[in-house]
Nanobody, 123 residues
Framework: QVQLVESGGGLVQTGGSLRLSCAAS????????MAWFRQAPGKEREFVAA????????YYADSVKGRFTISRDNAKNTVALQMNSLKPEDTAVYYC????????????????WGQGTQVTVSS
């Protein structure tokens, strides 16, 4: 089992940057694939980015490719999301998720979630 705590959200202007961090408890962090999802008001939680547990392969939603970068540090049990060139449509609560399964872009594959961190991008 793993517990996740996100941090780093806030208010930023269009074109700005934020770096989200997710700290995980437990000794088996490297066994989990990790991902970021987001949920805007009135919308379903959607996939943003994921990183595999084995070779560090990364996956991104088309809407964030080239702007967001996911990374992990297995020694520190953390996963980060660097967000650049932010747009108002990036405004959402961002959630960190952990999974032992393989279909990394699917919300239902993730058994563990953090409490979320709010990102607001002003126009």
């Amino acid at each position: 089992q793993v517990q996740l705590v996100e941090s780093g959200g806030g208010l930023v202007q269009t074109g700005g940057s934020l770096r989200l961090s997710c700290a995980a408890s437990g000794r088996t962090f490297s066994s989990y694939a990790m991902a970021w999802f987001r949920q805007a008001p009135g919308k379903e939680r959607e996939f943003v980015a994921a990183i595999s547990r084995r070779d560090g392969s990364t996956y991104y939603a088309d809407s964030v490719k080239g702007r967001f970068t996911i990374s992990r540090d297995n020694a520190k049990n953390t996963v980060a999301l660097q967000m650049n060139s932010l747009k108002p449509e990036d405004t959402a609560v961002y959630y960190c998720g952990a999974t032992l399964r393989s279909y990394l872009t699917a919300r239902d594959e993730y058994a563990y979630w953090g409490q979320g961190t709010q990102v607001t991008v002003s126009s």
